[in-house]
């Protein structure tokens, strides 16, 4: 794997987010739904995001591609329904999304991943699918993964365990408004990533699928279809994210455009948690600004936001005084074990580290000249580590640099820019 050398100094300046890579592929699965031409514009180009677009054209959509826009339109003449394989790599969301797609039809789909998506959960879904009428073959080793599925599935009351991941529950939503007749959905245990579950039904309503809650359930009716023509994927938050802790850690100024707050965003939280840690939150009419201030401790809570849990170890471990990070362990099962690589990161930036009670709990220490630690392939911890070298005093040399092209293939670029203080 490659490496980068980063120079130690602040961000400064103005930059657009990407694409956000959760509603790319919200906006591609609605597109696939809509059952005529649909364009989802601004999408995102990353691994993850191409290979649920690959994905979706194995299910049998036409897809075109052209500057900003992805143009989706039923296969004409429809393609042959036997023999498909869907490749997921190793993005989990493609295999959670598409996994109840593919149980719509009565023709067999082969879907397939790496050995790290092998490792990801997804026997709850699949419980959910076998349940009402789906037929499910998974084989797990330790280089790959692959599931059969085919369908039917059939219209009923579904529950879905949602204490390890809110995709489950975002993957049957849109199913079941493709079924012949209404159906509900219960959550069972104690849900977690909540924002993502709310970006899935803000989607569905944005265009006239108008799920609703009733006690314990979640009514979706059905048959219906995507109403509009295009849906257009706001700012990263995820992205973004990354950009202000940077500004925070550095001691800089950033201001990132492009995001729609309308839309839910589950690390839109890193703004309470920059709030929390001392930093400057001002939000503009062109943008979100993040300003480094005084630090300090913060306590937060990272069960709606496990991706922002590296960020909070980098956050900690610059702050005086012991911070208590509680919630994420679903993180553990993510591409790497988060909870353990934040843990570590914090250590090599000299921060006292421990666990108790479910929590942890980081004290700032004395910081290294510069940063020697080894991320693990994740690309939430290597960019959290890039930023987390900012506010050394000697430039740090980064492992790993070409994981972050599952979710932000410009940020090497992106930092670059900030750290020259050009605004893009």
Known sequence: MSSRIVLPGPLLGRITAPPSKSYTHRGAVLA??????????????????????????????????????????????????????????????????????????????????????????????VAALRAHGARLRVVRTDGSFRVRVQGPLEAGSYAVQSSESSQYASSLLFVLSQLSAPSTLRLTGRPVSQPYFGATLAVLRAHGIAVQKRGPHWEVPAPIR????????????????????????????????????????????????????????????????????????????????????????????????????????HAARKESDRPRATMALARALGATVRRHAGRILIRGGIRPASLHFRPPPDHRVVMATAVASLGLARPSRIAACESVGKSYPGFWEDLGQLSSGRSA
Do not use: K
């Open 32 to 125: 696939h739904l809509a059952g005529r031409r649909f364009v989802v514009e601004n999408p995102l180009e990353a691994e993850d995001t191409r290979a649920t677009r690959q994905g979706l054209r194995a299910l049998g959509a036409e897809i075109e591609l052209r500057a900003g826009t992805w143009s989706f339109r039923p296969a004409s003449p429809p393609r042959p329904r036997r023999g498909r394989v869907v490749r997921c790599g190793s993005s989990g969301t493609t295999l959670r999304l598409l996994l109840g797609l593919a149980a719509l039809d009565p023709a067999p789909t082969v879907i397939t991943g790496s050995a790290e998506l092998a490792r990801r959960p997804v026997a709850p879904l």
């Open 226 to 329: 995507p109403t509009g023509s295009r849906f257009a994927v706001t700012g990263d938050a995820s992205s973004a994210a990354i950009l202000w802790c940077g500004a925070a850690i550095s001691g800089g100024s950033v201001e990132v455009r492009a995001i729609d707050t309308r839309w839910p965003q589950a690390d839109l939280a890193v703004l309470d948690l920059l709030r929390h840690a001392g930093a400057s939150v001002r939000q503009h009419a062109s943008g979100i600004r993040v300003e480094a201030a005084d630090r300090r401790p913060f306590r937060f809570d990272f069960d709606p936001c496990p991706d922002l849990l590296p960020l909070g170890g980098v956050l900690a471990a610059y702050s005086p005084g012991e911070s208590t990070l509680s919630g994420g362990a």
